[in-house]
């Protein structure tokens, strides 16, 4: 399958371009954000919560002076809530023009990804939090599903956050 | 079993009308049976101009022979000889006619009904008749109504036996809910079963969905028995793609609760069903979840999907014939039938591959 691919990619003239991903861990899964859209990796700090504000935030972070919402990445993602602890981290990203902070697991490494190397998720499903991997790949026998940042949240919701 | 009202009541008279014949000599019955159909056929004609007289008593005859069907030796040997009876009645015909009439109500009236139908259109008959003509027009309105009565009784057989398949039919898309953990649903499923073949035997065009399994299978074919939690499933080998072990299956969110994740194979990545999940969702719990241990996953065909499984039973070469094959595909096309032997259900694989392409579960049906 892969194979194939390379070869369609060659014949369309297409550079196999490299991409590197920042991976990080939420319940024994590896997932993967394209590293342009990293700002940086924070420890775990306490979260002030905000009143009124939607189920997926947790709350907001002082980062230097600049307030930064933080998502609740498992509740996200519907999956279980699990205890903070000393590997937990807060990853800040950058995505439809606004910063964000997401709470996972881990952070694991940056990894170099070919284009090629890419394949589309199953296409199982039509939950919500099926839009947000925008495809999987396979390292050392272990798959990496990559996240698609910019569907983290709807349009609404990215909006929504700004006016907290 | 009980006798039913009808045939006690049939069964007494049924002894009325032996005693005569014990006691009447033949000749002198003859004689005097003519006579009183002579004046029965009259009095008739009088009160409502139709000689039906007869052919109601033969009508009577009919449903007698219908209705006995008790497995009582006793009891047919009685109407035999009451059937021979009947070609000669020599008891008071209308006043025997009446009490049966009673008894057997809806199939009578409807057949004097009928006669009456059939009677209405034709002239009045003329006032004065011989013997012999009499005869033979008794003879004719009761050959007819025989004819009536025999085709409602077929309608009557052929209504019975559709309703017999409806129900099976019920059943028969019950079944496969129930293919559980439970041994006693088990055995429901072999009456099943039984149901299964009679519909097979009934039905001359098989649905695709299933006619297209069997075209594919030789005669003989061979299937690989796994397991899922405590169910027994069935799957024909050249549908079988691979088994591979399982090892790390990795979560996607989005995902139905079937879908278990994804295992890499060979640089390629295997769909992992929660068959248990899957096949049987109404049983599924927390309990039974926990119980479950994957080993393997069966292939299905050259797709990416695999079934995971908690071990591999065997291997066997089955005949078509054992199969009680499903024919409508109902609320499960991926149940091909069962396996009689084994009282286990059969997958059908393509079937199956299209549902679980389509993110359905193992209810939905395929449009």
Redesign the interface.
């Known amino acids: 399958m892969t194979d194939s691919r390379n070869v369609a990619a060659v014949a369309a003239g297409k550079e196999d371009v490299v991409l590197q991903w920042v991976t990080f861990k939420l319940d024994n899964e590896t997932y993967g954000i394209n590293v342009m859209q990293v700002q940086e990796v924070l420890r775990y700090t306490e979260i002030a919560p905000v009143p009124g504000a939607p189920l997926y935030v947790l709350g907001i972070i002082n980062l230097r002076g600049n307030v930064v919402t933080v998502i609740d990445t498992r509740s996200r993602f519907g999956l279980d809530a699990a205890e903070v602890d000393d590997s937990s981290r807060i990853v800040i990203i950058e995505a439809e023009k606004q910063v964000i902070g997401i709470l996972v697991d881990s952070v694991a490494e940056v990894v170099y990804l070919r284009r090629s190397e890419i394949d589309n998720a199953p296409n199982v499903g039509t939950e919500e939090s099926a839009k947000f991997i925008q495809g999987v790949s396979n390292r050392d026998n272990e798959l990496l599903i990559l996240v698609d940042l910019d569907k983290l949240l709807s349009d609404d919701e990215w909006a929504e956050i700004t006016q907290l | 079993m009980s006798k039913s009202v009808d045939e006690t009541v049939f069964d007494f008279f049924a002894v009325l009308l032996q005693e005569p014949s014990t006691e009447v000599p033949v000749a002198a019955e003859n004689e005097l049976d003519s006579k009183k159909a002579e004046v029965e056929s009259v009095s008739f004609k009088k009160q409502h101009g139709k000689t039906i007289n007869k052919a109601s008593l033969k009508s009577t005859q009919d449903v007698t022979n219908v209705s006995a069907k008790s497995p009582q030796v006793e009891s047919k040997k009685v109407h035999t000889e009451v059937n021979k009876e009947f070609a000669e009645p020599q008891v008071d015909k209308a006043a025997l006619s009446k009490l049966l009439s009673a008894v057997s109500k809806p199939s009578i009236k409807q057949h004097e009904h009928k006669v009456d139908e059939l009677t209405a259109g034709e002239n009045p008959p003329e006032p004065v008749k011989t013997q012999q003509q009499v005869q033979q027009e008794i003879k004719s309105k009761a050959q007819q109504v025989r004819q009536q009565l025999g085709q409602v009784i077929v309608e009557k057989e052929s209504n019975e036996k559709s309703e017999t398949l409806s129900s099976v039919d019920n059943k028969e898309s019950e079944f496969s809910a129930d293919i559980s953990l439970d041994k006693a649903e088990t055995s429901f499923s072999e009456t099943d079963g039984e149901h299964d073949s009679r519909v097979a035997q009934q039905s001359a065009i098989p649905p695709s969905i299933t006619g297209n399994l069997q075209d594919v299978l030789d005669d003989e074919f061979q299937v690989l028995f796994f397991n899922v939690a405590g169910l027994t499933l069935a799957v024909p080998l050249v549908s079988l793609g691979g088994i591979v072990k399982i090892?790390?299956i990795?979560?996607?969110?989005?995902?139905?609760d079937w879908?278990l994740g994804?295992q890499?194979r060979r640089?390629?990545?295997v769909?992992v069903v929660d068959s248990c999940r899957w096949v049987m969702p109404e049983k599924y719990t927390k309990e039974l979840a926990d119980g479950i241990d994957y080993q393997y996953l069966v292939m299905l065909e050259d797709t990416?999907w695999g079934l995971a499984c908690e071990s591999l039973v065997n291997a066997v070469r089955i005949d078509k014939s054992h199969v009680n094959w499903r024919e409508k595909p109902g609320k499960r096309p991926w149940l091909a039938g069962v396996v009689k032997e084994q009282m286990c259900g059969i997958l059908n694989v393509q079937a199956l591959i299209e549902m679980?392409?389509a993110?359905l579960g193992c209810q939905d049906s395929i449009d």
């Open positions: 090892e790390h990795n979560h996607l969110i989005g995902r139905p879908f994804v890499t640089e390629q990545k769909n990416d679980l392409d993110g």
